[in-house]
Each structure stands twice: as C-alpha cells, then as structure tokens.
C-alpha cells in the first residue's frame, strides 16, 4: 500500500535547519508518547553521552526544542532515566546494550521517524495517512539532516534487515526501556547525540 519508490526529501536544496524548523517537525510528535532530545557529544565512546541524555543531565547544544513527557512526573524523583533503561557501565554490560542496536541505512531513516510519530508506531494502521505524509516526511528529513553524512543511525529493531522499509509493520523490537513495546531513533554526529524514541505504555 506504501510501496512508492523512496526518496530522499533531505536532498531538497531549499531545506535549512534552523529553530523554529526543528520545533516543527518536534511537533510532529505531540499525540504520541515520544522522548525527543539532543545532547553533546563529549567522547569517541558516545555511550556515556547516552546515558546522560536519558537521565536528563545535559541541554540541547543549540538550545532547541525537546519533548519530555516525563517533566513533572513523580517517576523521575526515583528514577532520572525513567522510562529508559541505561546503558551498563560495565564492558559486558555494554557489549549486550550495544547488541540490540542495529545501524541502518540513511535512506531508511525518514520512513522510521514518521513511523515513530503514528498513534500506533504502525503506518498500515494509522488514519489518513495518505494525506499527512508529505507533510511528515519533511518534518523527518529535517530531524535527519541535523545529522550530516557519515552520522551513526541506529535503531532497536531487525526489522527488514539491512534495508528495512519501516512502513511495513515492524513486528518485533529489543525494548530500550521499562516497557515491552518502543522504537526509537540513535542518531550520533562528531557533535551531537539524539535520540528520538517513542512508548507504548499499555
């Protein structure tokens, strides 16, 4: 149904990333549980950078717009991560975080990122999609193009493999949080970590 030949709307010459850009496309994300979020960069090692993201340690780098659903949440006077689980400080510990990630193509990127904005992380599903996709994959490829070429992308699912199509519907996941059910977007820049992810809590 969603077999279209790909594209890459990041190519569009006229697309320039700037605040109010950004907090669009954040936007994108209003009716679903989502966690959206950057942080610096600090070592080759980026997993400490993630764990920092996830408790809530660190700000923006460009003082842009996030999403916390948590803010004001009595879960995060126990748990600053809540509902992340974060990376183990250990090496074995690590090593099996680090396992249920899998790089992906950036051409896959767009499609995972609206996928992630859909009431139901499911695109075969979600109403009138036909008439808000352009609209959403331009809100995608701008939080794409925050992180250039030779950017790491990770995600947590196999899904589709080496070339997955995340408008197919994504059948299984490696949970990276409390629940059973959540996909999400790693981005890593030399400068910057993001992560886009979104819960179902039910």
């Known amino acids: 149904m969603y077999s279209t030949p790909r594209h890459d709307p990041t190519n569009d010459?006229?697309?320039t990333l700037n605040a109010d850009v950004w907090s669009a496309a954040v936007e994108m994300y209003?009716?679903?549980y989502s966690f959206i979020a950057v942080g610096p960069r600090t070592e080759e090692d980026w997993l400490p950078d993630v764990a920092a993201i996830?408790?809530?340690?660190?700000?923006?780098?460009?003082?842009?717009?996030?999403d916390d659903p948590e803010?004001?949440?009595p879960e995060l006077v126990e748990d600053p991560a809540f509902p992340f689980r974060t990376p183990p400080v250990d090496d074995e510990g690590a090593a099996?975080?680090?396992?249920?990630?899998l790089e992906i193509p950036r051409s896959a990127?767009?499609?995972l990122l609206v996928m992630l904005a859909t009431n139901?992380?499911?695109v075969t599903r979600q109403h009138s999609f036909a008439e808000h996709r352009a609209e959403m994959e331009r809100h995608a490829a701008a939080i794409l193009s925050r992180f250039p070429e030779g950017s790491k992308l990770f995600t947590n699912t196999r899904h589709g493999g080496e070339n997955p199509d995340f408008y197919e519907r994504v059948?299984?996941?490696w949970p990276m949080s409390q629940y059973a059910w959540d996909f999400g977007l790693l981005a890593v820049s030399d400068d910057e970590v993001g992560l886009i992810w979104s819960f179902d809590a039910s």
């Not at 099996?96 to 990630?101: A, G, N, T, V």
């Open 171 to 173: 059948s299984g996941c």
């Open 71 to 73: 803010v004001g949440e």
């Open 109 to 111: 990127v767009v499609r």
């Open 30 to 32: 209003r009716n679903r």
């Open 96 to 101: 099996e975080w680090r396992s249920r990630l």
């Open 13 to 15: 010459p006229s697309a």
């Open 120 to 122: 139901e992380m499911n």
């Open 54 to 66: 996830m408790r809530r340690e660190v700000a923006d780098p460009r003082g842009w717009r996030g």
